[in-house]
């Protein structure tokens, strides 16, 4: 009797092509809470024991062709605009395809807003600066669980988190600065500027919105998050025309097909509108997050035109629905108009704080009455206006004097160590990756590179003593 064995399966196993990078899988993809882009390269470079910076650098800059993205500054807006890269646009785009790439990750377009191009606006989409929930990174945190960044967090609409509805935190509780959304130290749940934990020890109870308020931003929240749950689940991109088709439905519905009557109640031009119904432009995110509130239904199904969103005889037909207006407090102060002396206190007031506000911030507290301050008190915002810039050029030269000192500690400490003083070597070890950028800083490295004896005054490096060719 003879015994039969299984065949051998010879063929070569099938192995995932070799990355550069590990393939990381994104966090929370097809949920309300799925990872934002610049969240997974901090998670990326974490895996790799490197800083988000260095990755960047040495691995990512070169194929995105973006040169040095940590010019970033959350208080004056100057610099290259971080948060884009989770964004519609190039940048975004540019990110995904270098790091699927490096990564071999398929789908990294829902870590973004790439999917939502054609009915989504470009601007004022997304903050510029981090926020967070302190309640969900507590929560992950005790639970041993990854610690990242949604991409709800970075959409400037979403004030409040869905699942704790409490405000989001905008500043580092340990040094109060504002965050970038990509830092070259940006660490997941870390303040990538005092390095201190975000995790907090414990959360206290601090003041909640008026519940009119927090109904309206929860509703906000919950439709954001209904949008980015879907993303990973569409077939094919919604299209403009099918937004444009709903736009038309959304008026028929509110002002009977009036359009300009829907402009008024918008407070929008005429010309905006007919542009929405041709398919040209997007409204704005705020209004199409009130015209989707009005028709009750989620911003998902208005995005999408989806059929059942807005079934003919519901209870959309049935009456005439009022949109609502952003929030109570803008309302409020829409309606009121701050007489002259009022203006002229706030003015005074702009004169003596420290430090000194710029024209425009203190126009933005103005509200409606901003439109004719320059005209009524010209002289006042002069000197405002000189305040500023006389502060600002204060700042400047702290900083460029800081900037050498700085470059020259570090080139120094560098050189003790025995390392090459190059901009790849100190720039990690810097406060701001900017200060090699600025002449102070350049010039303080020439000098200490020529003190040491590393190159001659004119910035060459010394010629070597031997040219022969034998
Ligand atoms: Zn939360
Ligand atoms: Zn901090």
């Known amino acids: 009797m003879l015994w039969t064995y299984d065949a051998w399966d010879t063929s070569p196993p099938v192995l995932p092509r070799p990355t550069r990078l590990y393939s990381l899988t994104p966090i929370g993809v097809g949920t309300p809470m799925v990872e934002s882009l610049t969240g997974y390269v901090v998670r990326l470079a974490e895996a790799h024991c490197v800083s988000a910076g260095l990755l960047y650098w040495k691995e990512i800059r070169t194929l995105t062709g973006k040169g040095n993205i940590f010019t970033f500054r959350v208080t004056n807006g100057n610099g290259y605009s971080t948060h884009t890269i989770n964004g519609l646009g190039a940048p975004a785009a540019d990110f995904v395809r270098v790091l699927e790439r490096l990564t071999g990750q398929h789908n990294l377009r829902v870590l973004t807003l790439l999917p939502w191009a054609q009915v989504l606006p470009k601007a004022g989409l997304l903050r510029r600066a981090r926020a967070w929930c302190e309640r969900c990174v507590q929560a992950w945190h005790q639970a041993n669980q990854p610690l990242y960044e949604p991409l709800l967090w970075t959409l400037q609409a979403v004030t409040v988190c869905p699942y704790h509805q409490r405000p989001l935190c905008h500043q580092c509780p340990h040094c109060a600065c504002p965050l970038g959304p990509l830092d070259w130290r940006s660490r997941s749940a870390y303040c990538s500027r005092c390095a201190h934990t975000l995790v907090p020890h414990a959360v206290e109870s601090v ?37 444009a088709h709903t736009i038309g439905r959304c008026i028929e519905h509110t002002s009977a097909g009036n359009a300009s009557a829907f402009a008024r109640l918008l407070q929008v031009g005429r010309g905006d509108v007919s542009r929405w119904q041709r398919g040209k432009a997007v409204p704005r995110f705020t209004l199409l997050l009130r015209m989707a509130y009005g028709l009750r239904t989620s911003l998902l199904d208005f995005l999408l035109g989806s059929p059942g969103a807005m079934a003919a005889g519901g209870v959309v037909r049935a009456a005439p629905v009022a949109l609502p207006s952003p929030t109570h407090r803008q309302t409020a102060q829409a309606g009121r108009r701050r007489n002259g002396p009022e203006v002229s206190r706030i003015l005074h007031a702009a004169l003596t704080e420290n430090p000194p506000p710029s024209v425009r911030a203190v126009l933005k507290r103005l509200g409606d009455a901003a439109s004719t301050v320059r005209y009524h008190f010209p002289d006042l915002c002069r000197t405002i206006a000189r305040q500023h810039a006389e502060h600002r050029a204060r700042c400047a030269t702290v900083r460029k004097a800081h900037a050498a000192e700085e470059v020259r500690r570090v080139a120094y400490q560098l050189h003790a160590k ?27 490295l020439r000098e200490v590179r020529s003190q040491l004896g590393l190159e001659d005054k004119n910035g060459h490096a010394p010629a070597p003593h031997n040219w022969g060719h034998g």
């Open 207 to 243: 003041h909640t919105l008026p519940s009119h308020d927090l109904q309206w931003a929860t509703w906000v929240a919950n439709a954001c998050g209904d949008l980015l749950a879907a993303t990973a689940q569409m077939d094919c991109p919604p299209a403009r025309d099918r937004l």
């Open 418 to 444: 025995g390392l090459r003083l190059t901009r790849q070597h100190i720039r990690p070890l810097l406060t701001s990756s900017d200060y090699l950028n600025l002449p102070e800083g350049r010039a303080a």
